[in-house]
Nanobody, 115 residues
């Protein structure tokens, strides 16, 4: 089994920054890709960013140039540095980890950027 726990959410003013963390624990399987998704109230969950085990990254157009994803393979931890935050970034942010067996999700962490 793989456990995934996000942290670092909170309330931040527009233009501010926040850093999310996600720690994955796996006793058997190697953690491959690690990704961030978000879900705003009344909307579908959407992709934010992903990083492969080798460090290749990909971002949603809406966050390019503002967000940066990184990871620590030794600790199976992924980070999302969010800068220049906007009210439309308000959402619950979820971490997804991929193994050869399956994908595993965390429960999410709330990010609120008041308008």
């Amino acid at each position: 089994q793989v456990q995934v726990v996000e942290s670092g959410g909170g309330l931040v003013q527009a233009g501010g920054s926040l850093r999310l963390s996600c720690a994955a624990t796996s006793t058997i399987f190697t953690i491959l890709d690690m990704s961030w998704y978000r879900q705003a109230p009344g909307k579908q969950r959407e992709f934010v960013a992903t990083i492969s085990r080798s460090g290749n990254t990909n971002y949603a157009d809406s966050v390019k140039g503002r967000f940066a994803i990184s990871r620590d393979n030794a600790k199976n931890t992924v980070f999302l540095q969010m800068n220049s935050l906007k009210p439309e970034d308000t959402a619950v942010y979820f971490c997804k980890t991929r193994t050869v067996q399956s994908d595993y999700w965390g429960r999410g962490t709330q990010v609120t950027v008041p308008s």
